[in-house]
């Protein structure tokens, strides 16, 4: 168990792909980034003495160092003052390496938070921004336009394009850009690696890689019925992939059947 105001990689991690999934601070100097150019997943770099500028709504965070030490301590202990429900990484970056639990490489990042894709999405065009707000930046919008302007959009207003021909997060051969991006920013692991093969299945209609992906591709043409607006949509998606995420996580061995014995 560790102290009061301390949270373990294994605790912290448990949350990093939820909703309720806290602020992640590094506060890691710039050499110590050096040393170590990788993130705890959805990190927000702030250097230590810009932590008490922070003007976002108080909220749960936890704060990350190299160590788990001064650093992160002071910092937590600022946004205490400031409202927040402010832990510390044990052991740091460091520990949380050490842990073998996914880090995000910083040179892999986008240098915005913004994305465009395809109008009317339907899986891959959900699934992948459920994934870059819930494992790499949860402050990420989208912009769902014209197939034919992605790349001119991408290149006017500065953002990522993804899932569309010739760019980096987008079908690889068999595997889709939700695999692209589990690939290119190290986030694989047991669950996302589940999720990755229902949402390939559903979206390369190949149902006999997983038996859920007729599940996902009817919810998800259901989806698209449903919502004129792509925005919507997406929110409405993200919450499926929610319940995705969980049942890939701590749910995929548990069946259902109708009691035995019992009438109806």
Not at 4 to 29: C, E, K, S
Request: net charge negative; charged share 25%.
């Amino acid at each position: 168990m560790p102290e009061f105001g301390l949270i373990t990689p294994a605790q912290a991690f448990r949350l990093i792909g939820t909703p309720d999934a806290p602020t992640v601070f590094d506060v890691r100097l710039p050499e110590d980034l050096d040393a170590l150019p990788q993130l705890v997943p959805t990190s927000r770099v702030v250097p230590p003495s810009s932590i008490d500028a922070i003007s976002d709504a108080p909220d749960r965070a936890v704060v990350v160092c190299m160590k788990g030490r001064k650093l992160s301590e002071g910092a937590a202990a600022i946004l205490r003052t400031k409202g927040w429900q402010a832990e510390v990484l044990e052991g740091g970056a460091l520990g949380w390496q050490a842990a073998g639990l996914p880090m995000v490489p910083r040179a892999a990042l986008p240098a915005t938070s913004l994305w465009v894709t395809r109008h009317r999405p339907k899986i891959d065009r959900i699934a992948c921004p459920w994934l870059i707000r819930r494992f790499i930046d949860p402050a990420a919008r989208f912009l769902f336009v014209a197939p034919a302007e992605v790349l001119a959009v991408a290149d006017r207003f500065d953002a990522t394009p993804f899932d569309i021909n010739g760019v980096t997060f987008s079908h690889r051969g068999d595997r889709c850009s939700f695999d692209a991006l589990l690939d290119d920013l190290h986030l694989h692991t047991e669950a996302l690696d589940r999720l990755a093969t229902v949402v390939r299945a559903a979206d390369s209609d190949r149902h006999d890689l997983a038996p859920q992906a007729a599940g996902l591709l009817a919810l998800s043409v259901g989806l698209s019925r449903m919502f004129r607006d792509d925005l919507k949509q997406l929110a409405a998606g993200i919450a499926l992939y929610d319940a995705l995420y969980r049942w890939a996580r701590d749910g995929h061995e548990e069946g259902h059947d109708w009691p035995a014995g019992r009438s109806e």
